[in-house]
């Protein structure tokens, strides 16, 4: 399945590629002490009583995210051993676990732009494991393409073969797509913002649970139409967690001096504002593995904080969150949320 790009990527919405997809992923249950999903059930005709009727509307924000020390991920930590902050004000936490075992949507996003010629064998071989290793019964993944256009390789299933078979029917695409420039004017190449956006809007926002973007890239993009800005607002309002696995046939990503604007800088904040990282593996297959080994154990070892904000106006701004696990210890979660009423998973 082909995401069309149109004028306005806003008018792209998930009824446009009902036609095209045979069957979209059913609802997971939503968090523990999340909201109830949505009814499908048509409203009944309102009926008049003389008495008030009292409205609750409880809104959570889920929180994963994941703790370390200069020894490694930490287990075992309770409630109380946490606190998080929304715009520096303290949030009292409902519920603390740790969710190890909780259902996970995972999306691949392959590029297969001219950069990757030499190492997409390695990142197909690479994350067909991850995906046989990491994927159980309740779990479920997706597979898209980009380069000069954004494809669906493979909808959400959690049969390994499949998607395996789809990540080795890849292939490298430096044609000029459906016409040589895109909505905004620039020329097509690597729509690597589109495909997160359309990823995370389309595929992971209706979604309740742990959800994750997997980026297998140089971080360059050309001819989005799409920014980083609208892209991390897309993961972050998916409450999804971006994992960029830098990645291309010359290898030199340097780090000592990270400007955004440029690729580094760009996934960097990508991954980072999402509660992910990035992880530079230059076109060393070795270390393509340890870097799906290093999520897949962060993915076993998160944790899940939920609370109900002080401020309670779904007002639709971003609210900035802090976290303090105790000295010596680093929180990986994501930077903020968008105060959204009606998301499933969380704001």
Same mark, same amino acid.
């Given at each position: 399945?082909?995401?069309?790009?149109?004028?306005?990527?806003?008018?792209?919405?998930?009824?446009?590629?009902?036609?095209?997809?045979?069957?979209?992923?059913?609802?997971?249950?939503?968090?523990?002490?999340?909201?109830?999903?949505?009814?499908?059930?048509?409203?009944?005709?309102?009926?008049?009583?003389?008495?008030?009727?009292?409205?609750?509307?409880?809104?959570?924000?889920?929180?994963?995210?994941?703790?370390?020390?200069?020894?490694?991920?930490?287990?075992?930590?309770?409630?109380?051993?946490?606190?998080?902050?929304?715009?520096?004000?303290?949030?009292?936490?409902?519920?603390?676990?740790?969710?190890?075992?909780?259902?996970?949507?995972?999306?691949?996003?392959?590029?297969?732009?001219?950069?990757?010629?030499? +190492? *997409?064998? @390695?990142?197909?071989?690479? =994350?067909?494991?991850?995906?046989? !290793?990491? %994927?159980?019964?309740?779990? #479920? &993944?997706?597979?898209?393409?980009?380069?000069?256009?954004?494809?669906?390789?493979?909808?959400?299933?959690?049969?390994?073969?499949?998607?395996?078979?789809?990540?080795?029917?890849?292939?490298?695409?430096?044609?000029?797509?459906?016409?040589?420039?895109?909505?905004?004017?620039?020329?097509?190449?690597?729509?690597?913002?589109?495909?997160?956006?359309?990823?995370?809007?389309?595929?992971?926002?209706?979604?309740?649970?742990?959800? +994750? *973007?997997? @980026?297998?890239?140089?971080? =360059?993009?050309?001819?989005?139409? !799409?920014? %980083?800005?609208?892209?991390? #607002? &897309?993961?972050?309002?998916?409450?999804?967690?971006?994992?960029?696995?830098?990645?291309?046939?010359?290898?030199?990503?340097?780090?000592?001096?990270?400007?955004?604007?440029?690729?580094?800088?760009?996934?960097?904040?990508?991954?980072?504002?999402?509660?992910?990282?990035?992880?530079?593996?230059?076109?060393?297959?070795?270390?393509?593995?340890?870097?799906?080994?290093?999520?897949?154990?962060?993915?076993?070892?998160?944790?899940?904080?939920?609370?109900?904000?002080?401020?309670?106006?779904?007002?639709?701004?971003?609210?900035? %969150?802090?976290?303090?696990?105790?000295?010596?210890?680093?929180?990986?979660?994501?930077?903020?949320?968008?105060?959204?009423?009606?998301?499933?998973?969380?704001?």
């Amino acid at each position: 399945m082909r995401f069309v790009r149109l004028p306005l990527l806003s008018t792209l919405t998930l009824v446009a590629l009902l036609p095209l997809c045979p069957s979209l992923k059913a609802q997971e249950a939503p968090s523990p002490g999340g909201p109830p999903p949505s009814s499908t059930a048509p409203a009944e005709t309102p009926q008049l009583h003389d008495t008030q009727t009292l409205k609750v509307n409880v809104n959570l924000v889920n929180i994963y995210f994941s703790v370390r020390d200069k020894s490694g991920f930490i287990t075992g930590l309770k409630k109380d051993d946490c606190s998080i902050f929304e715009d520096k004000e303290p949030q009292t936490l409902k519920n603390f676990t740790q969710e190890k075992n909780l259902p996970l949507t995972i999306g691949i996003l392959l590029d297969t732009s001219g950069s990757q010629t030499n +190492v *997409l064998p @390695l990142e197909q071989q690479a =994350g067909a494991r991850f995906l046989k !290793e990491v %994927l159980t019964k309740k779990d #479920e &993944a997706f597979l898209i393409s980009f380069d000069v256009n954004v494809d669906m390789l493979a909808d959400y299933t959690n049969n390994p073969r499949e998607l395996t078979r789809a990540m080795d029917k890849a292939s490298i695409n430096t044609g000029s797509g459906a016409g040589s420039v895109t909505g905004n004017g620039n020329p097509r190449g690597t729509l690597l913002f589109d495909a997160v956006y359309l990823a995370a809007n389309e595929k992971l926002r209706p979604e309740a649970g742990r959800k +994750v *973007l997997i @980026l297998l890239t140089d971080g =360059g993009d050309q001819g989005s139409q !799409e920014t %980083l800005k609208s892209a991390v #607002e &897309a993961a972050q309002k998916s409450n999804a967690i971006v994992y960029v696995i830098l990645i291309a046939d010359s290898g030199n990503f340097g780090f000592g001096n990270i400007t955004f604007g440029s690729p580094v800088g760009d996934m960097e904040k990508l991954a980072g504002d999402t509660g992910g990282r990035v992880i530079n593996v230059g076109n060393n297959g070795r270390k393509l593995e340890d870097a799906f080994d290093q999520i897949q154990d962060e993915l076993r070892t998160q944790y899940l904080a939920s609370y109900t904000p002080k401020n309670a106006a779904a007002d639709g701004k971003y609210r900035k %969150l802090e976290y303090d696990c105790g000295k010596g210890r680093k929180v990986q979660a994501r930077k903020g949320y968008y105060a959204i009423a009606g998301d499933a998973d969380s704001q």
